[in-house]
């Protein structure tokens, strides 16, 4: 069974940043992507970015240029790089790791932004 924990979230001012982490309990090489996913409050899931084993990435039209998604292979870690947060940035963020039909996931980390 594979553990996805994320941390990094918190609280901050809009226009702040915040740093998201996501550690492995095995090698993110073993996956085929990485991912971010958010859920706003009272609004569905949806995917913030991802990147792939080879290295490329894909974000939401609405991240783009403020996110950036980032691997360290040795650490087994994936972190999500948020800048010029603003509040509909505001959700829980969840790590998933996916390879063919598999798919794990976090339990997830609140990130507030306050207006």
């Known amino acids: 069974q594979v553990q996805l924990v994320e941390s990094g979230g918190g609280l901050v001012q809009a226009g702040g940043s915040l740093r998201l982490s996501c550690v492995a309990s095995r090698s993110i090489l073993s996956f085929t992507a990485m991912r971010w996913h958010r859920r706003p409050l009272g609004k569905q899931r949806e995917l913030v970015a991802s990147?792939?084993?080879?290295?490329?990435?894909l974000y939401a039209d609405s991240v783009k240029g403020r996110f950036t998604i980032s691997r360290d292979n040795a650490r087994n870690t994936v972190y999500l790089q948020m800048n010029s947060l603003q509040p509909e940035d505001t959700g829980v963020y969840y790590c998933?790791?996916?390879?063919?039909?598999?798919?794990?996931w976090g339990r997830g980390t609140q990130v507030t932004v306050s207006s």
């Open positions: 990147v792939t084993i080879g290295g490329t990435t």
């Open positions: 998933n790791a996916a390879v063919g039909q598999d798919n794990y």
